[in-house]
Protein backbone atom coordinates (compact mmCIF):
# COMPACT_ATOMS: atom_id res chain seq x y z
CA UNK A 1 0.00 0.00 0.00
CA UNK A 2 1.34 3.16 -1.06
CA UNK A 3 1.00 6.74 1.11
CA UNK A 4 1.62 10.17 -0.93
CA UNK A 5 1.21 12.92 1.30
CA UNK A 6 -0.03 16.26 -0.81
CA UNK A 7 -2.54 19.48 -0.76
CA UNK A 8 -6.33 18.50 -1.36
CA UNK A 9 -5.64 20.30 -4.81
CA UNK A 10 -2.93 18.39 -6.03
CA UNK A 11 -4.72 14.67 -4.99
CA UNK A 12 -7.41 15.91 -7.27
CA UNK A 13 -4.75 16.65 -9.83
CA UNK A 14 -2.96 13.28 -9.42
CA UNK A 15 -5.66 11.42 -9.06
CA UNK A 16 -7.81 12.71 -11.79
CA UNK A 17 -5.24 11.94 -14.15
CA UNK A 18 -5.18 8.37 -12.94
CA UNK A 19 -8.93 8.42 -14.36
CA UNK A 20 -8.29 9.89 -17.56
CA UNK A 21 -5.48 7.75 -17.74
CA UNK A 22 -7.77 4.45 -17.71
CA UNK A 23 -10.87 5.97 -20.25
CA UNK A 24 -8.01 6.79 -22.67
CA UNK A 25 -5.83 3.56 -22.57
CA UNK A 26 -9.35 1.63 -21.97
CA UNK A 27 -12.48 3.16 -23.65
CA UNK A 28 -14.81 0.76 -22.49
CA UNK A 29 -13.22 0.43 -18.86
CA UNK A 30 -14.95 -0.05 -15.79
CA UNK A 31 -14.91 2.60 -12.47
CA UNK A 32 -16.07 2.07 -9.17
CA UNK A 33 -17.22 5.84 -7.99
CA UNK A 34 -17.57 6.96 -4.30
CA UNK A 35 -19.28 10.30 -2.59
CA UNK A 36 -19.04 12.14 0.12
CA UNK A 37 -17.46 15.35 -0.03
CA UNK A 38 -13.47 13.75 -0.57
CA UNK A 39 -14.03 13.36 -4.30
CA UNK A 40 -15.51 16.23 -5.84
CA UNK A 41 -12.29 18.73 -6.23
CA UNK A 42 -11.30 15.18 -8.11
CA UNK A 43 -14.65 15.45 -10.66
CA UNK A 44 -14.26 18.55 -11.41
CA UNK A 45 -10.67 17.92 -12.25
CA UNK A 46 -11.75 15.18 -14.55
CA UNK A 47 -15.19 16.83 -16.37
CA UNK A 48 -12.64 20.11 -16.83
CA UNK A 49 -9.68 17.67 -18.02
CA UNK A 50 -12.29 15.52 -20.27
CA UNK A 51 -13.46 18.08 -21.73
CA UNK A 52 -10.31 19.86 -22.66
CA UNK A 53 -8.77 16.98 -24.18
CA UNK A 54 -12.14 15.90 -25.37
CA UNK A 55 -11.81 12.52 -23.34
CA UNK A 56 -15.23 10.40 -24.19
CA UNK A 57 -16.94 8.42 -21.30
CA UNK A 58 -19.80 6.62 -23.67
CA UNK A 59 -18.11 3.24 -23.55
CA UNK A 60 -17.50 3.52 -19.86
CA UNK A 61 -19.67 1.48 -16.73
CA UNK A 62 -19.85 2.85 -13.40
CA UNK A 63 -20.51 1.17 -10.17
CA UNK A 64 -21.18 3.39 -7.53
CA UNK A 65 -19.94 1.91 -4.21
CA UNK A 66 -23.26 2.58 -2.45
CA UNK A 67 -26.72 4.72 -1.47
CA UNK A 68 -28.87 5.24 0.75
CA UNK A 69 -32.19 2.90 1.89
CA UNK A 70 -35.50 4.17 2.57
CA UNK A 71 -34.02 8.31 1.89
CA UNK A 72 -36.74 10.27 1.57
CA UNK A 73 -35.22 13.44 -0.36
CA UNK A 74 -34.32 13.15 -3.91
CA UNK A 75 -31.77 15.49 -3.26
CA UNK A 76 -29.68 13.61 -0.82
CA UNK A 77 -29.17 10.67 -2.92
CA UNK A 78 -25.88 9.39 -4.42
CA UNK A 79 -27.71 9.08 -7.69
CA UNK A 80 -28.61 12.72 -6.93
CA UNK A 81 -24.60 13.70 -6.32
CA UNK A 82 -23.05 11.98 -8.92
CA UNK A 83 -25.37 13.04 -11.86
CA UNK A 84 -24.47 17.04 -10.47
CA UNK A 85 -20.92 16.33 -9.37
CA UNK A 86 -19.51 14.12 -12.34
CA UNK A 87 -21.90 12.64 -15.14
CA UNK A 88 -24.21 15.78 -16.45
CA UNK A 89 -19.98 16.80 -16.81
CA UNK A 90 -19.28 13.87 -19.18
CA UNK A 91 -20.79 12.69 -21.96
CA UNK A 92 -21.11 9.06 -19.93
CA UNK A 93 -24.44 7.26 -20.87
CA UNK A 94 -26.98 7.44 -18.19
CA UNK A 95 -27.78 3.35 -18.96
CA UNK A 96 -24.17 2.73 -18.03
CA UNK A 97 -24.08 4.24 -14.58
CA UNK A 98 -24.86 1.45 -12.04
CA UNK A 99 -25.85 2.22 -7.83
CA UNK A 100 -26.70 -0.93 -5.30
CA UNK A 101 -30.49 -0.67 -5.16
CA UNK A 102 -32.94 -2.87 -3.50
CA UNK A 103 -33.95 -4.59 -6.24
CA UNK A 104 -30.11 -6.06 -7.78
CA UNK A 105 -27.90 -5.49 -4.62
CA UNK A 106 -27.99 -9.36 -4.72
CA UNK A 107 -26.27 -9.93 -7.95
CA UNK A 108 -24.71 -6.10 -7.96
CA UNK A 109 -21.14 -8.51 -7.53
CA UNK A 110 -22.35 -10.59 -10.52
CA UNK A 111 -23.34 -7.57 -12.59
CA UNK A 112 -19.73 -6.30 -11.95
CA UNK A 113 -18.28 -9.50 -12.71
CA UNK A 114 -20.15 -9.79 -15.97
CA UNK A 115 -19.20 -5.95 -16.78
CA UNK A 116 -15.60 -7.17 -17.00
CA UNK A 117 -14.34 -5.84 -13.61
CA UNK A 118 -13.99 -2.91 -11.74
CA UNK A 119 -10.38 -1.38 -13.61
CA UNK A 120 -10.03 1.93 -11.29
CA UNK A 121 -11.75 2.16 -7.90
CA UNK A 122 -12.11 5.76 -6.33
CA UNK A 123 -12.74 5.46 -2.07
CA UNK A 124 -13.12 7.80 0.72
CA UNK A 125 -12.84 7.03 4.28
CA UNK A 126 -15.21 7.79 7.31
CA UNK A 127 -13.49 8.71 10.98
CA UNK A 128 -14.47 5.21 12.07
CA UNK A 129 -12.34 3.62 9.16
CA UNK A 130 -15.71 2.41 6.90
CA UNK A 131 -15.05 2.16 3.33
CA UNK A 132 -18.55 2.83 1.31
CA UNK A 133 -20.85 1.81 4.33
CA UNK A 134 -18.69 -0.94 5.33
CA UNK A 135 -18.84 0.35 9.09
CA UNK A 136 -16.34 -1.54 11.87
CA UNK A 137 -16.77 -5.57 12.07
CA UNK A 138 -17.77 -5.78 8.76
CA UNK A 139 -16.89 -9.42 7.39
CA UNK A 140 -14.11 -9.20 5.11
CA UNK A 141 -15.77 -11.66 2.59
CA UNK A 142 -18.70 -9.59 2.38
CA UNK A 143 -20.52 -9.10 -0.91
CA UNK A 144 -22.77 -6.27 -1.71
CA UNK A 145 -24.99 -5.77 1.09
CA UNK A 146 -27.79 -3.55 3.04
CA UNK A 147 -25.50 -2.06 6.24
CA UNK A 148 -26.75 -0.53 9.49
CA UNK A 149 -24.89 2.75 9.76
CA UNK A 150 -23.19 3.69 12.75
CA UNK A 151 -23.94 6.46 15.02
CA UNK A 152 -20.75 8.15 14.24
CA UNK A 153 -21.07 7.88 10.75
CA UNK A 154 -25.20 9.03 10.60
CA UNK A 155 -23.90 12.31 12.56
CA UNK A 156 -20.91 13.09 10.11
CA UNK A 157 -23.57 12.81 7.08
CA UNK A 158 -25.52 14.97 9.14
CA UNK A 159 -24.16 18.05 7.40
CA UNK A 160 -26.01 17.31 3.92
CA UNK A 161 -28.99 17.04 5.94
CA UNK A 162 -31.46 19.45 7.12
CA UNK A 163 -30.91 17.77 10.76
CA UNK A 164 -29.56 14.48 12.00
CA UNK A 165 -32.73 12.70 12.45
CA UNK A 166 -33.18 13.31 8.47
CA UNK A 167 -30.29 10.71 8.25
CA UNK A 168 -31.22 7.62 6.29
CA UNK A 169 -30.13 4.71 9.30
CA UNK A 170 -29.67 2.07 6.78
CA UNK A 171 -27.59 1.95 2.86
CA UNK A 172 -26.87 -0.52 0.39
CA UNK A 173 -23.30 -1.20 0.31
CA UNK A 174 -20.58 -2.65 -1.91
CA UNK A 175 -18.93 -4.98 0.19
CA UNK A 176 -15.28 -5.33 1.33
CA UNK A 177 -14.74 -8.38 -0.56
CA UNK A 178 -16.61 -6.49 -3.46
CA UNK A 179 -14.28 -3.97 -3.22
CA UNK A 180 -10.93 -6.25 -2.81
CA UNK A 181 -12.03 -7.88 -6.37
CA UNK A 182 -11.07 -3.85 -8.35
CA UNK A 183 -7.59 -3.79 -10.26
CA UNK A 184 -6.92 -0.82 -8.93
CA UNK A 185 -7.66 1.40 -5.81
CA UNK A 186 -7.34 5.06 -5.28
CA UNK A 187 -7.98 6.18 -1.66
CA UNK A 188 -8.57 9.90 -0.41
CA UNK A 189 -8.11 10.58 3.48
CA UNK A 190 -8.07 14.29 3.89
CA UNK A 191 -8.71 16.48 7.12
CA UNK A 192 -8.17 15.87 11.02
CA UNK A 193 -10.50 13.47 11.45
CA UNK A 194 -9.59 11.07 8.96
CA UNK A 195 -5.83 10.77 10.65
CA UNK A 196 -6.86 8.14 13.12
CA UNK A 197 -8.71 6.07 10.97
CA UNK A 198 -5.39 5.91 7.96
CA UNK A 199 -3.14 5.22 11.06
CA UNK A 200 -4.96 2.09 11.90
CA UNK A 201 -5.58 1.53 8.77
CA UNK A 202 -1.94 0.77 8.10
CA UNK A 203 -1.13 -1.06 11.27
CA UNK A 204 -2.16 -4.66 10.66
CA UNK A 205 -5.75 -5.85 9.35
CA UNK A 206 -8.28 -6.03 11.72
CA UNK A 207 -12.38 -5.61 11.40
CA UNK A 208 -12.38 -2.67 13.74
CA UNK A 209 -10.87 -0.73 10.83
CA UNK A 210 -12.02 -1.80 7.77
CA UNK A 211 -9.93 -0.15 5.36
CA UNK A 212 -7.69 -2.15 6.88
CA UNK A 213 -8.65 -4.87 4.43
CA UNK A 214 -6.61 -3.00 1.84
CA UNK A 215 -3.56 -3.66 3.26
CA UNK A 216 -3.56 -6.84 1.23
CA UNK A 217 -4.29 -6.06 -2.04
CA UNK A 218 -1.59 -5.56 -4.53
CA UNK A 219 -2.41 -2.23 -6.08
CA UNK A 220 -3.85 0.72 -3.38
CA UNK A 221 -2.14 4.00 -3.67
CA UNK A 222 -3.55 6.25 -0.18
CA UNK A 223 -3.66 10.75 -1.04
CA UNK A 224 -3.47 11.80 2.29
CA UNK A 225 -3.27 15.68 3.10
CA UNK A 226 -0.82 16.90 5.90
CA UNK A 227 -3.93 16.88 8.37
CA UNK A 228 -4.46 13.27 7.77
CA UNK A 229 -0.65 12.18 7.59
CA UNK A 230 -0.34 9.57 9.79
CA UNK A 231 3.17 9.73 10.14
CA UNK A 232 2.85 12.90 11.85
C1 LIG B 1 -19.76 8.21 3.64
C2 LIG B 1 -19.68 7.35 2.37
C3 LIG B 1 -18.29 6.86 2.12
C4 LIG B 1 -17.34 8.03 2.23
C5 LIG B 1 -17.30 8.53 3.65
C6 LIG B 1 -16.40 9.74 3.83
O1 LIG B 1 -20.23 7.55 4.73
N1 LIG B 1 -20.57 6.25 2.37
O2 LIG B 1 -18.23 6.25 0.83
O3 LIG B 1 -16.05 7.62 1.85
O4 LIG B 1 -18.61 8.87 4.06
O5 LIG B 1 -17.06 10.88 3.42
P1 LIG B 1 -16.38 12.29 3.17
O6 LIG B 1 -15.57 12.12 1.93
O7 LIG B 1 -17.51 13.24 2.98
O8 LIG B 1 -15.55 12.58 4.34
Known amino acids: MKLIIEDKEKIADAISEVFLKTVTEKPDCVLGLATGSSPVMTYQKIIE ?6 VSFKKVHTFNLDEYLNNHDETQSYRYFMDHNLFYGIDIEKDNTN ?4 ENYEHYDEMIGQAG ?9 GADGHIAFNEPNTPFDSKTHIAKLEEQTIKDNSRFFASEKDVPTHALTMGLSTIMKSKKIVLIATGKNKKEA ?8 DISCPASILLSHPDVTIYADEEANPNK
Do not use: Y
Open 198 to 205: VRKMFLKE
Open 117 to 125: GIDLQILGI
Open 99 to 102: FPTE
Open 49 to 54: KAKERK
